[in-house]
Structures are given as C-alpha cells and as structure tokens.
C-alpha cells in the first residue's frame, strides 16, 4: 500500500524536451514537496505546497513549475529540458507545516536529459 | 559554506562495530535536527529527530545535537549489514524547510 507514490519512475528524453512527473499521496497530508538528489546525492528543496498554497520556491528556473490540483497530488512539469536537469526528483508528503520535519518521500523519478 | 556539512565517507565497518556519523552547520535558526536514511535507489526516510540541544536514543541508534558547537551526531551500536545505507542529516527552522547534508554513505561488512 504505497503511501508517496511518483510516476513515472524513470524518464529519458532529449534535450528541449517538455515532461511531467506526476505525485501522489494517500496519508492525509496537507504539505507536498518537491526535492532535486543530483549525481553527488545532494538533496535540494525546489517548491513545497500546504494546502494547495505555494510556500516554498527556491531558487530554480523558471523552466520548472509545480501545480497542486488538490491536496493529495503535487506534479511537477519541466519545459525546454536541458543536460543539468539530469537527476533523481523525489516527491515528500507531511503533516502540516508543524509537521515538516518528518517528511514521507517517494520512490524517486530518474531523470536523464541526452 | 553549505548551511549543513557532512563527511560524504564512503564509510565501511566491520558488523557489530560502533558507528559515528557527523554533521556541522551554520544556520543559528535551525531548531531542529533529522536523521533520514536511504537505500539505494529509494528514497530517504526518517530515522530519528531532535529538537534543539540534547540527546535522544531509540533501540541502537542516539542522536546528539550540541548547538553551541552546532555540531550533529548519529551513533549506532551493533552495526548490521542491514544498516548500510546513506545517512543524511538534516536541520530546520520555522521557515518549514530542510536543508539536508550531502550524506554520509555507510556500509557494514558481515
């Protein structure tokens, strides 16, 4: 009974090119994540959403924008594709904002940009 | 300076052995401290926090936070090959954001 469940797990695609990854969790969470793990195993926040809410946007390209159609799912699409954007994306899910710091991740989308 | 540091290792122990994972970092709003740990190609999970100074044991594993020096610890005793695995620390603060360390990655040998 999967709890963060991310699709697709593994994604390979060309330069310039438009994909989603799509998130969802089935805790009852309010507050969804999205990190990028690079080739050094570096986690890195990119958005956070409480309730549908934007409250976390770090400093990532415009390229990158997430979209919350409710509570239970976070997607995150990425325009015009480049070779950096190669990467492991992890989706987390938590209980509240208070409840940030056990955070539930996701098996990880594997991404790579040829 | 990266807001968390953490020895990347590899780090390989023999089983049983006791193992010291450690962390440093700079931001004074952290308030509190996460030990998340993550197989290979899955995704971290939460192994233990702690919230401002002090220690906290759960079965093998004690984590210790000491914010004077802002120094984090994760101890396991009895290592087992079952631990090996890459540990992450983590701090936050109310902004509600994690900042992880780059990981340490730990391997216990049979």
């Known amino acids: 009974d999967t709890a963060v469940s991310q699709t697709p797990k593994y994604l390979v695609t060309q330069m310039g090119n438009d994909k989603s990854i799509k998130c969802e969790q089935n805790?009852?969470?309010?507050?969804m994540y999205w990190y990028k793990q690079d080739s050094k195993k570096f986690l890195k926040i990119m958005f956070s959403y409480n309730n549908k809410e934007l409250i976390i946007n770090e400093t990532v390209p415009n390229r990158f924008s997430p979209k919350s159609p409710d509570k239970a799912h976070l997607n995150l699409h990425i325009n015009s594709l480049e070779l950096g954007d190669s990467a492991v994306y992890f989706c987390?899910?938590?209980?509240?904002?208070?409840?940030?710091?056990?955070?539930?991740f996701g098996p990880g989308t594997r991404l790579t940009v040829l | 300076q990266k807001e968390v540091e953490q020895d990347p290792g590899p780090l390989s122990v023999p089983e049983g052995a006791i193992v010291s994972l450690n962390c440093t970092y700079s931001?004074?709003?952290?308030?509190?401290f996460m030990w998340y740990r993550q197989y290979s190609r899955k995704g971290p999970e939460l192994l233990m926090y702690?919230?401002?100074?002090g220690n906290k044991e759960d079965g093998r594993f004690t984590a210790q936070v000491d914010k004077s020096s802002k120094y984090i610890s994760l101890f396991i005793r009895d290592s087992q090959p079952s631990d090996s695995a890459t540990y992450l620390c983590a701090g936050g603060g109310s902004n509600y954001k994690l900042t992880f360390g780059k990981g340490t990655l730990l391997t216990v040998n049979p």
């Open positions: 987390a899910s938590s209980h509240g904002l208070a409840g940030g710091f056990e955070q539930f």
């Open positions: 702690t919230y401002s100074s």
């Open positions: 805790l009852g969470h309010d507050t």
């Open positions: 931001n004074s709003a952290f308030q509190y």
